[in-house]
């Protein structure tokens, strides 16, 4: 039986939804939300607003948020600025800017970021790229890298340097994607000075941190010696990982490397795995060169070897 006492419930409820328990969790934290307590009655609406136990039920989210928001909780603001962005909880997008302004001001980052994206969109207020700015550069001074790429965002179009310092400030606080765009930028954007080193310096930062395009990427310009020692070895191993992680770039790259068994032992059913895992992409030298090296393969190794990367692919 479950103690009654609502902060020993609420404890109780904690441990439910750790365990994905999300029914029990709920019924558990209810009478300590009916008590007052503001950290259970964020957990019920966190419930309700991310459909939980079944399908959202975001007038119930809004109600236990508007609770909880009574009781000064930033989280709450969130939850109600959130559900006023898209209209639900019998929220308005208009309403958001109250709900975010009481969070920022509360030192919250993110509700700073969601008031410049706001600014920036015009969503729920008029356009306003100076405000914008000034909510952008709160958050990022607080420490919020990922304000710092918003700005980027911002500029990419109309003042790509400008854009670029933001990226770099956004990878230098540990922004993998900022650091992935801001190395693109430098090999690419023909408005922006090239800079070799830095270039490499912050794809490796991105593949090395788990960004699989930037895994593909980097492994590519080691593959090739650009800006970087060159290593067979060291290459497939970078388009191993992009592989496994979903790039259909380094799947690619991996299947060509596993077929010409380029610093990888020779592995024609690997590589077949890999290139049907890859898929098209739409761009068409991409799919040329896919195409090529599937009718290589396909005209030139056991098809039993073949059968069996396909199977792989079809097993559930």
Do not use: C
Not at 111 to 130: C, S, T
Request: cysteine-free.
């Amino acid at each position: 039986m479950l103690n009654t006492t609502p902060d020993l419930t609420f404890e109780q409820a904690k441990i439910l939804f750790d365990q994905g328990k999300f029914t029990e969790a709920l019924g558990a934290a209810k009478p300590a939300a009916v008590a007052g307590l503001p950290d259970a009655q964020v957990m019920i609406a966190h419930i309700y607003h991310r459909g939980m136990t079944g399908s959202p039920d975001h007038i119930q989210a809004a109600k236990y948020y508007r609770l909880a928001a009574a009781q000064n909780r930033s989280d709450a603001y969130m939850g109600l600025g959130a559900l006023a962005l898209k209209s639900h909880g019998g929220l308005l997008p208009s309403d958001a800017l109250e709900w975010f302004t009481l969070a920022a001001n509360a030192g919250r980052q993110d509700a700073m970021r969601a008031l410049g994206e706001m600014y920036l969109k015009g969503r729920g207020v008029a356009p306003d790229a100076f405000t914008a700015k000034l909510w952008l550069e709160k958050a990022a001074s607080s420490g919020d890298s990922l304000a710092d790429r918003k700005m980027a965002d911002s500029l990419f179009e109309t003042d790509p340097a400008e854009a670029l310092k933001y990226y770099e400030k956004a990878a230098a606080n540990g922004d993998h994607e900022a650091a992935y765009i801001g190395a693109l930028m430098y090999d690419e954007n023909l408005e922006v000075r090239p800079n070799t080193e830095k270039m490499v310096s912050l794809m490796r930062q991105a593949a090395e941190n788990g960004h699989a395009a930037a895994q593909a990427d980097y492994g590519l310009w080691v593959y090739q010696g650009r800006g970087v020692q060159a290593d067979m070895a060291v290459a497939a191993d970078w388009f191993r990982k992009s592989a496994e992680g979903g790039d259909i770039e380094g799947q690619f790259l991996y299947a060509f490397t596993l077929a010409k068994g380029e610093g990888v032992t020779q592995n024609y059913e690997e590589a077949y795995y890999w290139l049907l895992k890859s898929g098209e992409s739409g761009f068409s030298d991409y799919d040329q060169d896919r195409k090529a090296l599937r009718e290589r393969l396909e005209q030139n190794v056991d098809p039993a070897i073949l059968d069996r990367a396909r199977a792989r692919i079809d097993a559930p």
